[in-house]
């Protein structure tokens, strides 16, 4: 009997740490389920952050930088940056060198005229709900909207302006588009600044182009000004030529305006004489005329009936 007491009490003691086993399992598993249900119970927003709560897929409200609670395995929580993000439009960076991307950044010009451009375009998010459930992908979407509003610009410039002067205006005028078009397509993001990098032309070939037409240009400005300083130079004469010409004429009309007078002016005193001695008048016109005319005709002398004429000449010949 004492045996057997023995052995109950030695297999009693065994199955203790057992029980003690299980149960401390136990107490693990609900320690570690409260400390996941307490860490899900809140969450906490950074400054540079936005916060969106859903409950069930639908959305709650937007938590700006701080510590929220919400309802652990039911709401949900989703981040989004709010910092300011910048990418190259038309070139990447690798290894902290430039690389062209040529599908991007090669344009055509209102001049029908290549050239290489490049933008870089600074956004953020300006609604955390659009650019989170809007789109799949907001930036990738932004960055071909940007691409489109750079072509649509580009195009109304000739390749000069592009190169040279129009930058800032081209920049302004597809900010303003691209800032349209985000409105209106509701993506979630705004620009906030986008500036031309740089816009030459794509390749040497078309660089050595337009050094010729650089070239010509200023040869046709050499041109131009030679051909000013010629007419500065010609036109005084011309002119004064020209002053000549009318003054000879005004002097040659005067001259022929007083002949005419002095000839009419003798008309009227020959009928003026005419009048008072008709006959002696008329006869003096004619031996006037015929002095005028003999001195010029070889006179002929015949009776009309001779077969032989004879000439009269001169008594000097």
Do not use: W
């Not at 000879?248 to 305006?257: L, Q, T, Y």
Request: hydrophobic letters at 40%; one cysteine or more.
């Amino acid at each position: 009997m004492g045996a057997f007491m023995k052995k109950q009490k030695v297999f009693t003691q065994g199955e203790n740490p057992l029980k003690k086993g299980k149960k401390a399992i136990i107490i693990a598993f609900v320690v570690i389920f409260a400390l996941v249900f307490v860490n899900n119970c809140y969450y906490q927003v950074k400054e540079q952050e936005q916060a969106i709560l859903t409950m069930f897929g639908k959305v709650l409200r937007v938590d700006t930088a701080g510590l929220y609670f919400k309802v652990p395995f039911v709401q949900s929580v989703h981040k989004v940056d709010m910092t300011t993000h910048g990418i190259g439009i038309g070139y990447t960076i690798e290894n902290g060198q430039n690389i062209t991307v040529e599908d991007e950044g090669i344009m055509i010009t209102s001049d029908f005229n290549f050239v290489d451009i490049d933008f870089y375009l600074e956004y953020k998010v300006s609604d955390p709900v659009a650019a989170y459930y809007n789109s799949e992908n907001p930036d990738l979407i932004m960055k071909n909207m940007a691409l489109a509003s750079i072509r649509n610009t580009v195009v109304n410039y000739p390749v000069d302006d592009v190169i040279t002067t129009a930058k800032g205006q081209i920049q302004s005028e597809v900010k303003e588009k691209l800032q349209k078009e985000l409105t209106d397509k509701e993506i979630g993001l705004t620009v906030v600044n986008l500036s031309v990098q740089d816009a030459e032309p794509p390749t040497a070939e078309i660089v050595q182009a337009f050094k010729s037409v650089e070239t010509a240009k200023q040869g046709k400005e050499t041109a131009v000004n030679n051909a000013k300083k010629y007419q500065s130079e010609e036109l005084p004469k011309a002119e004064a030529g020209a002053d000549k010409i009318v003054q000879d004429a005004e002097a040659h009309k005067e001259a022929r305006i007083a002949e005419a007078q002095g000839q009419v002016a003798r008309f009227n005193e020959m009928y003026e004489q005419y009048k008072l001695q008709p006959y002696i008048t008329k006869k003096r016109l004619f031996y006037e005329t015929m002095e005028d005319i003999l001195p010029e005709l070889k006179v002929i002398v015949t009776d009309g009936n001779t077969q032989q004429l004879l000439p009269l000449e001169g008594f000097n010949n």
